[in-house]
Every structure is written in C-alpha cells, then in structure tokens.
C-alpha cells in the first residue's frame, strides 16, 4: 500500500489525511503538539461557548460543504442567524452599521462626501500597468483616497490578517482586488462586469459567503476528522528530521524513524524552517523565518444582557486604529449562533494584538480583560462587570502576506520542482483564513493522490 507522511495535525494536514485515508493510502499524521486541530478550539463553560480563534468558516468553495458531508456532519452544521447580518465599523468612537446595499453607500455617516466621491470617480482611474508590486494601502489610496483606506481597509485588514494594510500585498493577500483592475481596470467595473463571470464559477466571494460552525463550536471539525484517522494520527510526535531516500522519505521523531512513499508539510512556516531536511540537493528552508506572525490573543468575555447597551445583534465589528482603541473587533458570537451563552446573557469575542499592537497580543490575561472591557465599555456601552472570561494567547497567529511574499511561494514550488515526493499545504501557502486551509488539504490531497 503506497504511503504518505503528514506533517501538522491543523485542519489542513486533518483534511488532507482524510481524503486520502478514503482513497485507500497508508496515512500518517504527526502531531508535535497533544491535540490535533491547530488554532481551532472550543471549550463549553457555566453555559457560555469560547473559541480560542476563529468563530466560523467561511463557506466560499463546494469543497468545503463536501467536506462536512463526507465527515457525516451535516445535522451538526449550523449557519449564522440570518437576523446577524449586519456589521459595524467604529466611527467617531461608536460602531456604525456597514450599507447593505450598494445605494445605502451614498448615505452611510461612515464616510464623507469626498470618500463617496472618491468611489464615484474610480472608475476613471488609470489601471496600474507597471508590474511594481503594491500594498493594498497603496492600492487603495491610489484607487480610492486615504480617507477610505483609514477608515475601512484598515479595519477590514485587521479583520482578517491582523495586519498593517501599508505592508500586505496586494498581490498575495489580496489577489481578487488586483484581478479586478488587471481584468477590467476598475474595481468599480470590475464588480458588475466581472458578474457574469463570478456566477459561472463555483466560488463565493469571502464578502458574500455562507458562514457557519457546529452545534458545540468548531472543534468538532477536528475532533470528528481525528476520530476518523484514529490510530493514523500520532499525537506528541514531532517531527525532527527528513532525510530523502532512493524511493520516497524518512520521517524521524522522537519514537524512531519510519519510511514513506510522500510527506506532505502542513504545518507553520517557522516550524518548516527549523525542520532538519537531508536531501539531494540541498534545501533553503531556513529562509522562511523570515515570514511574520504576529501574536494575537482572543478574548472572550460574557455578560448580562441588561448590561450592554448596544444592541449586539450583527455579525460584529471592525475598529481602525485611527479611531485609537485596543482591540481590533469583536464579533456578537451569541447573536451569530444558538447557545453560545446562557438566557439572558451575550457572548462577546474580541480580538487584541496582532501587527498593529504587538505588544498587546502578549499580555497576561488579567490585563488583557481590562484592556478588553475598557474599550467595549465605550463602544458597547458596558457596564458592570463580566460573569464569564476566557483568554486564549497565539504567540505567532496569522502569517503576513508582506510586499515581497511571493519569493517564498516561488521557493516553496521549486523545492517541489526539484525534490520529489515532498508537498506543501497551510495557511502560508494557500491563504490564512479556515475555508483556506481546509480547499488546500483537499487540493493537496487529490494532487498528490494521483500522482502514484
């Protein structure tokens, strides 16, 4: 039977195993850490829900619906409360609602009459046709104005990189912008030129995508995909070494060794670049150390309805840092799905840290409540204190895809190029949001599949 190594027990090193478990391959997963799943946790305490990370998945490709019915968890899916729409971008120090709809743009408070006439003239913008390689700050200021980019890309980028808009690639982090002018010059064009095109195609915008979790949070993905590999997962058992052989890979933990047809890494960059490989040629993955990852702390905090003021019934919000708090957001967990808090009570998950405030990822979890409360008492209108707190610290959260990434994505196909059997898959790679890495495991897991 024709083996295959896993590296990284996240959700795409999961994924990636399951599918090829199921096709009939010899699989070994290998762990380092004793639990499998990554930055995807769940814990259900005095009636209250916490998520250590991520609070839902974004539905945005077929393949990642398929999964949860191949895994036989589809009666446990749960999609977002269609009455928890709505998200808020902070404003004059108080949460605003985003425009629904196209129209409603040219009467939101969010922006001024000049960044509404930024949008209106940017279909008349020269498209940038020079190859040079811009942040999405760039970008944007350029397309749009800096109004816009202070007051909404900064808050969207700290939604989904924890990042510095003036540093991330439009390229790499944000490929589906750069299309849009490549495609049509325009992204104002390329929104209702390109509509066409985009219902052809079986994915779904990250903006307009399904969102959902499980009934007892996400970690049932992982557990349910864990308990389906049983003993092909192999907690505590970090890799240490790789050494290539005539035929395939040797894969040494602290255990022993073991020989396998094909490894696939699925773990973090920085872990890839301390990982011992002996190869033909030699192999330069030293160099991604050089990939960030902020520190990001979620914290999690639960309260008496009567308690907060706002009525916490959207999605969330998104904070720019011009607007001078700690945090970066916060979604209304309770509001998104059914017993994430006890009758009477909300569940509020917010965010600190990231490449804004680094510094502030990393503090002890007492300081990291107060931090937290002392913004969501102004911006939400708490008061009182909380009757549930949970903290979880990622020291390295999310890579940034920085201007310059994509030498370590031309890097990480010329080691595939030049030594067989070995593949890459994971959030430094293929995207950094959870329906991201889950397309990746099952992208990586049909590629290398059928190349025995």
């Given amino acids: 039977m024709k083996s ?20 009939g391959f010899a699989v070994t997963v290998f762990e380092a850490s004793p639990r499998a799943g990554g930055v995807i946790q769940s814990v259900r305490k005095d009636g209250f829900l916490a998520e250590f990370g991520p609070n839902t998945i974004l539905e945005t490709s077929p393949k990642i619906k398929q999964l949860v019915i191949d895994a036989g968890l589809e009666s446990r899916k749960l999609a977002t409360d269609p009455k928890a729409e709505a998200r808020y971008v902070v404003r004059y120090g108080r949460p605003i609602e985003m425009p629904g709809k196209p129209l409603g743009f040219f009467t939101t408070p969010l922006f001024t009459a000049k960044a509404k006439l930024a949008v209106l003239r940017e279909p008349f ?28 890309i900064d808050a969207l980028v700290a939604g989904i990189y924890a990042g510095d808009p003036n540093k991330l690639s439009l390229p790499h982090a944000f490929p ?37 979790s499980f009934d007892e949070g ?64 030699k192999i330069a993955n030293e160099t991604f150390s050089e990939i960030i ?52 009570h909300i569940n509020l998950t917010s965010y600190i840290g990231g490449a804004r405030y680094p510094e502030l990822g990393l503090l002890p979890p007492e300081k ?33 895809y920085n201007v310059g990434y994509g030498k370590y994505r031309d890097l990480l196909n010329q080691i595939e190029a030049s030594t067989p059997n070995l593949f890459f898959a994971g959030h430094y790679r293929d995207g950094v949001s959870l329906g991201d890495s889950i397309v990746s495991g099952v992208n990586i897991a049909e590629r290398v599949g059928k190349l025995f």
Wanted: proline share 6%; aromatic share 8%; charged share 25%.
């Fill in 125 to 152: 913008i020269k498209p940038r046709r020079d190859g040079v390689e811009e942040s999405i700050g760039q970008f944007v200021v350029r397309r749009f104005n800096q109004e816009f980019l202070d007051h909404a």
């Fill in 176 to 212: 589906k912008l750069k299309a849009l002018e490549d495609n049509y010059g325009s992204m104002i064009k390329g929104q209702i030129l390109g509509a066409r095109e985009r219902k052809k195609s079986s994915a779904v915008a990250k903006d307009r995508a399904p969102k959902f």
């Fill in 4 to 23: 295959v190594a896993i590296i990284g027990a996240g959700v795409t090193g999961l994924t990636a195993a399951f599918y090829l478990k199921r096709a």
């Fill in 368 to 400: 990291l409540i107060e931090t937290t409360l002392a913004d969501l008492r102004v911006l939400l209108g708490v008061k009182g204190e909380p009757v549930f707190t949970h903290t979880a610290t990622w020291p390295r959260a999310i890579p940034q």
């Fill in 293 to 344: 990852y902020p520190p990001v702390a979620s914290v999690v905090l639960g309260f008496k309805r009567a308690d907060v003021a706002h009525p916490s019934q959207g999605f969330g919000m998104l904070i720019p840092k011009i607007e001078g708090f700690k945090i970066l957001g916060t979604i209304f967990s309770s509001a998104l799905f059914p017993n994430r808090a006890p009758a009477g």
């Fill in 218 to 281: 996400l970690q049932v993905l992982p557990d349910t995909l864990a308990k389906i590999l049983g003993d092909s997962l192999k907690l505590n058992s970090p890799v240490t070494k790789l050494t290539q052989t005539a035929d395939g890979w040797r894969v040494k933990t602290p255990s022993g060794e073991q020989e396998f047809d094909k490894v696939i890494f699925c773990g973090t960059a920085y872990k890839l670049a301390e990982l011992g490989i002996e190869a033909a040629q």
